[in-house]
Each structure stands twice: as structure tokens, then as C-alpha cells.
């Protein structure tokens, strides 16, 4: 059990709530203790996209932190909350509500490298404390705009109270401040009353399954047909195969030297079996992330 299952997470659990779910579903299954965590936090207000790592995979969880992921979103004209959502407080309202025309007219400002002032309901830290908390303490917090890039934005559906966007970003990118700052330059203000992750770095809707689904699987002990394998989480690594001996020697840390092929970042296989993440520099190939996964016999021998 050493791979990925992409959970479509419903309105209102948390992630930690997703990583429960699947741990409760490896014990109802049988399948014993393995280590779990997700890939990227979402809102309990979000729902969509959330690719748990299961056993070695969750060695990449960082690398999923740091994928570009893919929303749809929409905008309530009209009223902007203190937490950016519907599950907050209104501190604005205005009477306008922008046209189909206006609001596609804003999106160029808003493609490409931006800076974004982070919501001060999020999980970033100020003085050491979290931000949500010391808003909820009622303090005041001041966050410092970030650079984020939005690799693509499309308005999707418009109307006279609302707009439906589709969006591809960087990692830090928040949609909810993104929300906040399209409605203001529409001449407005508004907060975010839907949020959908349809991707996160390879892993699409396509591949997500639901609770309910996971539940019925844990029930007949057939949570490995739900696995994606450790690799579908690397799709834009090249492998680079390497002998027994290499395999070996990589799984105790050591650097290999002479390797003919290209520069950068590559998944080293023996055979079918991950054997580490390698960084190539120059004839050095040195381990970034090694697997603890099980050898095969002609490995053993």
C-alpha cells in the first residue's frame, strides 16, 4: 500500500477529517497501519481534488504542496466577508453588480505573475501564531503581499449576481483573495460562494473517488484497486533505470558516478520498483528522496 488515493472531498469535512477517513478505511480493510497525509489543504467550504499519499508516497507529499492546481470558483457580487466566504461576517457590501463584459475586461490584470495579500483567515503565520487565530481573537492582522502566478483564468458562466471562474495557479496561490481583488477591480466587492479543485499537479477529478466509495471498498478488503501507484504522483520525473547493484548502493545513500544521461531530477527503477528520487548534477547521481520499498528476489540474491 505504498501510492496515492484522490479523494473528491465533499463541503465541510477538512482535510485532516480526509486522512482519518482513510486510515479508519486501511484498519476496517485490514491492511494494518501505514503512515497518511494529504497533498495540499482544502477549505471545509472547498470540495474536489485531494490526493492522499498512503506508505512511501507520502515522501512527496512537499512536492504535491508545491504543484500548480486547477479551481473553479464563483463570485457573490455584492457583499465581501471577513473570512472571503460564505462562512463568514460581511464588513462591505455595494450596489454594484458588474456585466458578463466588465468582469472579463479585469481578468488580464489578473494572469500571469501577481502579488496577492493572503486572507487573514488562513493558516500563515504571524509572530509565531496562526492567522485565522488571532483573527478570531479579533486582533488585527496585517499580511505581506506575496508573488503567486495565475497560468490561466476564464470566466465560465456569468450573472447579475454572480460570476463562475476557471483558474490554474501556482502553489500559495488563494483563491479567495484572488475572488476578493476580481470583484474590486470589477468596481466592486464580493467573496467566494463556491470553490471546486478540479486538479492538483497530475491527479484530475477523473481520478477521484468519493468517501462512500472508499467505504465500500474498505468493507470488501479491496482498497488496492483504489491505489494509484507511488509513481502517478511523479508523472513529469524521467525515470532513469538503474542495475541491483546501483539499487543498492542508492538505498544506502551513497552517490553513483558516470551516469550518461541528461541533468536534473529523476526517478531511479530497478525494474518496476521506485528506488529513489535523484538529482543528476554533472557525472554525480545523488539521492534526494529515497523508497523503502520491498526488493525482488533478483535484487536480493
Same mark, same amino acid.
Given at each position: 500500500?505504498?501510492g496515492?488515493i484522490?479523494?473528491d472531498?465533499?463541503?465541510?469535512?477538512?482535510?485532516?477529517?480526509?486522512?482519518? *477517513?482513510?486510515?479508519?478505511?486501511?484498519?476496517?480493510?485490514?491492511?494494518?497501519?501505514f503512515?497518511?497525509?494529504?497533498?495540499?489543504?482544502?477549505d =471545509?467550504?472547498?470540495?474536489?481534488?485531494? =490526493?492522499v499519499?498512503?506508505?512511501?508516497?507520502?515522501?512527496?507529499?512537499?512536492?504535491?504542496?508545491?504543484? %500548480?492546481?486547477?479551481?473553479?470558483?464563483?463570485i457573490?457580487?455584492?457583499?465581501q466577508?471577513?473570512?472571503?466566504?460564505?462562512?463568514?461576517?460581511?464588513i462591505?457590501?455595494s450596489?454594484?453588480?458588474?456585466?458578463?463584459?466588465e468582469?472579463?475586461?479585469?481578468?488580464?490584470r489578473?494572469?500571469?505573475?501577481?502579488?496577492?495579500v493572503?486572507?487573514?483567515y488562513?493558516a500563515?503565520?504571524?509572530?509565531?501564531?496562526?492567522?485565522? %487565530?488571532l483573527?478570531?481573537?479579533?486582533?488585527?492582522v496585517?499580511?505581506?503581499a506575496?508573488?503567486v502566478?495565475?497560468?490561466?483564468?476564464?470566466?465560465?458562466?456569468?450573472?447579475?449576481s454572480?460570476?463562475?471562474?476557471?483558474?490554474?495557479?501556482?502553489?500559495?496561490?488563494?483563491?479567495?483573495s484572488l475572488?476578493? %481583488?476580481? *470583484?474590486l477591480?470589477?468596481?466592486?466587492?464580493?467573496?467566494?460562494?463556491?470553490?471546486?479543485?478540479?486538479?492538483?499537479?497530475?491527479?484530475?477529478?477523473?481520478?477521484?473517488?468519493?468517501l462512500?466509495k472508499?467505504?465500500?471498498?474498505?468493507?470488501?478488503?479491496?482498497?488496492?484497486?483504489?491505489?494509484l501507484?507511488?509513481?502517478?504522483?511523479l508523472?513529469?520525473?524521467?525515470a532513469l533505470?538503474?542495475t541491483?547493484?546501483q539499487?543498492?548502493?542508492?538505498?544506502?545513500g551513497?552517490?553513483l558516478?558516470?551516469? *550518461?544521461?541528461?541533468?536534473?531530477?529523476?526517478?531511479?527503477?530497478?525494474?518496476?520498483v521506485?528506488?529513489?528520487?535523484?538529482?543528476i548534477?554533472?557525472?554525480?547521481i545523488?539521492?534526494v528522496r529515497?523508497?523503502?520499498?520491498?526488493m525482488s528476489k533478483?535484487?536480493?540474491?
Amino acid at each position: 500500500m505504498d501510492g496515492w488515493i484522490i479523494i473528491d472531498k465533499p463541503l465541510g469535512m477538512g482535510s485532516t477529517q480526509v486522512v482519518s *477517513a482513510v486510515k479508519r478505511a486501511l484498519r476496517q480493510g485490514g491492511y494494518g497501519k501505514f503512515k497518511v497525509g494529504h497533498g495540499g489543504t482544502l477549505d =471545509p467550504l472547498a470540495t474536489g481534488v485531494l =490526493p492522499v499519499a498512503i506508505g512511501e508516497a507520502t515522501k512527496l507529499s512537499g512536492r504535491m504542496l508545491d504543484a %500548480d492546481k486547477a479551481y473553479d470558483f464563483t463570485i457573490g457580487f455584492g457583499v465581501q466577508t471577513d473570512t472571503l466566504d460564505a462562512e463568514g461576517t460581511a464588513i462591505a457590501t455595494s450596489d454594484v453588480r458588474p456585466a458578463r463584459a466588465e468582469v472579463d475586461a479585469v481578468l488580464p490584470r489578473f494572469t500571469g505573475p501577481i502579488e496577492q495579500v493572503p486572507p487573514v483567515y488562513s493558516a500563515l503565520k504571524v509572530d509565531g501564531a496562526r492567522a485565522y %487565530d488571532l483573527a478570531r481573537a479579533g486582533e488585527d492582522v496585517e499580511l505581506k503581499a506575496r508573488a503567486v502566478t495565475i497560468h490561466a483564468l476564464t470566466l465560465v458562466e456569468s450573472t447579475e449576481s454572480s460570476a463562475t471562474l476557471s483558474a490554474r495557479v501556482s502553489k500559495g496561490t488563494y483563491i479567495r483573495s484572488l475572488a476578493r %481583488d476580481i *470583484a474590486l477591480a470589477a468596481g466592486t466587492v464580493g467573496h467566494v460562494t463556491m470553490l471546486r479543485r478540479t486538479k492538483a499537479g497530475p491527479f484530475t477529478l477523473d481520478q477521484a473517488i468519493s468517501l462512500d466509495k472508499l467505504d465500500e471498498f474498505a468493507k470488501g478488503h479491496a482498497l488496492e484497486e483504489l491505489l494509484l501507484p507511488l509513481t502517478a504522483g511523479l508523472d513529469d520525473i524521467p525515470a532513469l533505470p538503474v542495475t541491483p547493484d546501483q539499487a543498492r548502493a542508492l538505498r544506502e545513500g551513497r552517490k553513483l558516478i558516470g551516469a *550518461a544521461t541528461r541533468q536534473g531530477l529523476h526517478l531511479a527503477v530497478s525494474g518496476q520498483v521506485p528506488v529513489a528520487l535523484v538529482e543528476i548534477t554533472g557525472p554525480e547521481i545523488r539521492v534526494v528522496r529515497g523508497f523503502n520499498i520491498a526488493m525482488s528476489k533478483e535484487e536480493n540474491a
